[in-house]
């Protein structure tokens, strides 16, 4: 940029680049999750204008759901190849190129591609190299704090429901859809400008021929393999599809449930917003209490699910929207752990010369329980005509997540047991081999004397 001068010893702006860089991926975050977690509005908008089922209303944001986490291998290799801010340039333009395009469309299967799959890519292209650069310009001690700072910011966008509610009412989500793609563009482009790491020169050559190494062993297809075998990390990600498939649901039908049961839209977008407050509370805590807990974080994520099965259970038997609202809220606090807790869970699980496999094999199985939401649990909407089952079965998934995550626990104990033995017998073998070797040593010295 043409106000860093890279050669000089500091100016106001290179000395606290590294708040910009949050700045700048805070409001990324907070434009892009306002249009994708808001789905729930978009959702009945769909229904009307094209008039559809509700699987095929809720196939567009499934898609969006899965593509903003399946594509992570891909795009970790892309921001590595081609740098942090081309990467975040592509990911803005397929954004903005998405949500353009979806207000010509006149079929809702064109939303799969332009909505779907191009502002799912786009997303998960400045989500994740977002997040690296953070990784990158932050110190280890402030690293973590500045990564759950940006991701509050997805949070947040929770809160845009009653502005993305009022763009759809006054000037039609066609409309909307235009001025937020214009919206988009100004901060996207913006926040791409400084997704750059400035450090001096003479640094970056030393570590040039180490970089470009790294790159080359990022890709290996044995790391994989060898991630798939573990049993532990293969519980994880079962725990992961199913609580993608629960989570998704809440994001993308629970509209057309509340509308289902009379509840207006405005009254929808104050729950979403309510929601979003308790999901931003939830992050905030796990921020804070997670690390000091004297429980592991699989057992935290275990928990969690727990937690949430609790108010979803009860859903179908609630007839009031007071009582809808509550339950809402109160789902929106566990249910966020869930997904701050994923990427540690994913690391911890894995070795250390795995995590960045371990963390895109995570959200790609993510995304797998994304797409299959729709055909689970809106398909038995349109052929029971309640939601009742959906929530049932969403509650069993809850059930299921958290036994996957505790024989998760167990298979890591046991590796780390294993791992304890091995390193024991090498360790006991080394020290019998050195006093042999001098022993050796000490009758050669011997002989010699003699001699």
């Known amino acids: 940029m043409a106000f860093v001068n890279e050669n000089s010893n500091g100016g106001f702006f290179k000395k606290h680049w590294s708040i910009l860089v949050l700045i700048a991926v805070f409001c990324n975050f907070l434009c892009l ?18 008039n559809s089922t509700s699987t095929q209303a809720g196939i567009p944001g499934a898609i969006s759901f899965t593509f903003f986490s399946f594509t992570s291998p891909i795009v970790t290799v892309l921001y590595q190849i081609l740098g942090h801010r081309i990467t975040v340039v592509l990911g803005v333009s397929l954004c903005c190129a998405g949500l353009l395009s979806s207000s010509f469309v006149q079929h809702v299967a064109v939303l799969c591609i332009t909505y779907g799959f191009m ?27 500045a990564t759950c700072t940006a991701l509050c910011a997805i949070s947040v966008g929770f809160l845009m429901s009653p502005g993305i509610e009022w763009l759809y009412e006054t000037y039609s989500w066609r409309v909307a859809f235009r001025i937020l793609s214009v919206i988009l563009a100004c901060v996207g482009y913006s926040s791409a400008l400084v997704m750059v790491d400035v450090t001096p020169k003479k ?22 393999c060898f991630l798939l075998r573990r049993r532990g990390y293969s519980f994880g990600l079962l725990a992961f599809i199913l609580t993608a498939i629960t989570i998704t649901f809440t994001f993308i039908s629970m509209g057309n449930f509340l509308l289902e049961n009379g509840m207006e839209i405005s009254s929808i977008s104050f729950i979403i917003f309510m929601m979003g407050v308790g999901d931003l509370v939830g992050r905030i805590v796990a921020a804070i209490f997670s690390d000091r807990l004297p429980i592991s974080r699989i057992y935290q994520h275990a ?19 007071t009582g809808q609202t509550v339950v809402f809220i109160v789902m929106s606090l566990p249910r966020s752990l869930l997904i701050v807790l994923m990427p540690s869970i994913a690391m911890e699980l894995a070795t250390d010369n795995t995590t960045s496999e371990s963390m895109a094999v995570s959200y790609l199985a993510f995304g797998i329980g994304a797409f299959t939401t729709p055909y689970l649990t809106d398909l038995i909407y349109e052929i029971t005509g309640s939601y009742d089952i959906p929530w049932f079965i969403c509650t069993g998934l809850y059930v299921l997540a958290a036994g996957f995550m505790l024989l998760a626990d167990r298979a890591r104990k046991q590796n780390l047991m294993t791992d304890a033995r091995q390193y024991n017998l090498v360790h006991k073998d080394t020290i019998e081999y050195k006093d042999t070797q001098i022993k050796t040593n000490q009758i050669d010295n011997r002989t010699l004397t003699a001699i």
Do not use: W
């Open 33 to 50: 999750s306002g249009v994708l977690f808001n789905y729930n509005l978009l959702y009945i908008e769909i229904m009307h204008s094209f």
């Open 119 to 145: 502002f799912g890519v786009g997303f998960n292209a400045c989500n994740l190299t977002c997040t690296d650069m953070i990784l990158r310009v932050f110190d280890k001690r402030n690293a973590t704090r």
């Open 203 to 224: 640094k970056k050559s030393r570590e040039k021929e180490t970089e470009q190494s790294s790159r080359q062993q990022t890709v290996s297809i044995a790391k994989y």
């Open 303 to 321: 928990l969690s699910s727990l937690l949430t099965a609790l108010p979803t259970v009860c859903l179908p038997f609630i007839g009031s929207h």
